[in-house]
């Protein structure tokens, strides 16, 4: 059974860091592509970033310079680095591996306060 944990949120003044963990079991971590999503109150969730198997990378613009994925496949972990936070970062942040199924995780609150 695959299960995706979330770690690392929490409430940050602007221009702070946050570093947001992603724990994964169940699957063989390294075959899969996972990205980072979030959904902020009353809009609809949106992807952060996203790492292939082979490593390479996406962003959304909104993020570009200030976020950095990463993941640790000797530890079934994927990361997100999250540097220069704004309030409008402010959301529910996911996780998510995409097999043959999308699995995602419970989410981690991350508020940044102005």
């Known amino acids: 059974q695959v299960h995706l944990v979330e770690s690392g949120g929490g409430l940050v003044q602007a221009g702070g860091s946050l570093k947001l963990s992603c724990a994964a079991s169940?699957?063989?971590?390294?075959?899969?592509?996972m990205g980072w999503y979030r959904q902020a109150p009353g809009k609809q969730r949106e992807v952060v970033a996203s790492?292939?198997?082979?490593?390479?990378?996406n962003y959304a613009d909104s993020v570009k310079g200030r976020f950095t994925i990463s993941r640790d496949n000797a530890k079934n972990t994927m990361y997100l680095q999250m540097n220069s936070l704004k309030p409008e970062d402010t959301a529910v942040y996911y996780c998510?591996?995409?097999?043959?199924?999308?699995?995602w995780g419970q989410g981690t609150q991350v508020t940044v306060s102005s």
């Open positions: 998510r591996c995409t097999t043959v199924y999308d699995y």
């Open positions: 169940g699957i063989t971590f390294s075959t899969y592509a």
């Open positions: 790492i292939t198997r082979g490593g390479n990378i």
